[in-house]
């Protein structure tokens, strides 16, 4: 099976695609995940409130600071927030172009050697996807502390729980479920796009 440049990126944009909307969606789950905690004089659903703020405000490409009404929150929070705000709206457009770039394809007609590779591909990135989340899963929280290291110049991630008791309800089985979550969404969708094309492929509707 000769694999072509062209596939490399048509598979890649199918797994950005996947990817981008899963924690888009993840995202929004995690406001059902987050752990109970005690803060003095705040009700559970006081703090809820300051939570669905922060989740409205790192998806906004509008908002222009962020808030809370109930809970404490340092400048380092603040800032730390800011930062996973850039990358989750840089997600959002990642996640704007690449579904429009898989839209425009599957309403392409491809040739027969192209469906099975690409449907080969999506196989590979499975296997792939599969040891990278085996490998994360073994000591979570050592890759948890990487990953934070690499995307982060600095150290503001590491939040006081007396200054910022937000970070109570996000222990690291919190992340673990969130990166779950995001898995399997990504896996689904990529199956679906697998399954699109498979059966594309056997209905015989294709260019030789």
Same mark, same amino acid.
């Given at each position: 099976?000769?694999?072509?440049?062209?596939?490399?990126?048509?598979?890649? +944009?199918?797994?950005?695609?996947?990817?981008?909307?899963?924690?888009?969606?993840?995202?929004?789950?995690?406001?059902?995940?987050?752990? =109970?905690?005690?803060?003095?004089?705040?009700?559970?659903? $006081?703090?809820?409130?300051?939570?669905?703020?922060?989740?409205?405000?790192?998806?906004? =490409?509008?908002? *222009?600071?962020?808030?809370?009404?109930?809970?404490?929150?340092? *400048? @380092?929070? #603040? $800032?730390?927030?800011?930062?996973?705000?850039? !990358?989750?709206?840089? *997600? $959002?457009?990642?996640?704007?172009?690449?579904?429009?770039? +898989?839209?425009?394809?599957?309403?392409? $007609?491809?040739?027969?050697?192209?469906?099975?590779?690409?449907?080969?591909?999506?196989?590979?990135?499975?296997?792939?996807?599969? #040891? !990278?989340?085996?490998?994360?899963?073994?000591?979570?929280?050592?890759?948890? #502390?990487?990953?934070?290291?690499?995307?982060?110049?600095? @150290?503001?991630?590491?939040?006081?729980?007396?200054?910022?008791?937000?970070?109570?309800?996000?222990?690291?089985? !919190?992340?673990?479920?969130?990166?779950?979550?995001?898995?399997? +969404?990504?896996?689904? #969708?990529?199956?679906?796009?697998?399954?699109? @094309?498979?059966?594309?492929? !056997?209905?015989?509707?294709?260019?030789?």
């Amino acid at each position: 099976m000769k694999i072509g440049l062209k596939s490399i990126l048509e598979v890649l +944009v199918y797994f950005f695609a996947a990817a981008s909307i899963a924690v888009i969606i993840t995202t929004n789950i995690s406001i059902n995940l987050l752990c =109970p905690f005690a803060v003095n004089g705040l009700n559970w659903g $006081e703090i809820m409130s300051d939570y669905r703020r922060l989740i409205i405000y790192l998806q906004s =490409p509008i908002a *222009n600071q962020l808030t809370f009404h109930y809970l404490p929150i340092s *400048n @380092n929070a #603040i $800032e730390h927030f800011s930062m996973v705000r850039y !990358f989750l709206i840089v *997600n $959002e457009g990642v996640c704007f172009v690449s579904w429009g770039l +898989v839209i425009s394809k599957i309403k392409q $007609e491809k040739k027969r050697s192209q469906l099975i590779t690409l449907v080969s591909l999506i196989d590979y990135l499975y296997l792939g996807l599969l #040891i !990278f989340s085996g490998l994360a899963a073994i000591d979570f929280g050592r890759t948890f #502390i990487s990953f934070h290291y690499l995307l982060f110049s600095d @150290n503001k991630w590491i939040f006081n729980p007396q200054t910022d008791p937000i970070i109570m309800g996000m222990p690291p089985i !919190f992340f673990l479920k969130l990166f779950g979550i995001w898995l399997v +969404v990504t896996v689904a #969708i990529l199956s679906w796009l697998r399954f699109y @094309n498979r059966q594309k492929l !056997f209905s015989g509707k294709f260019r030789f």
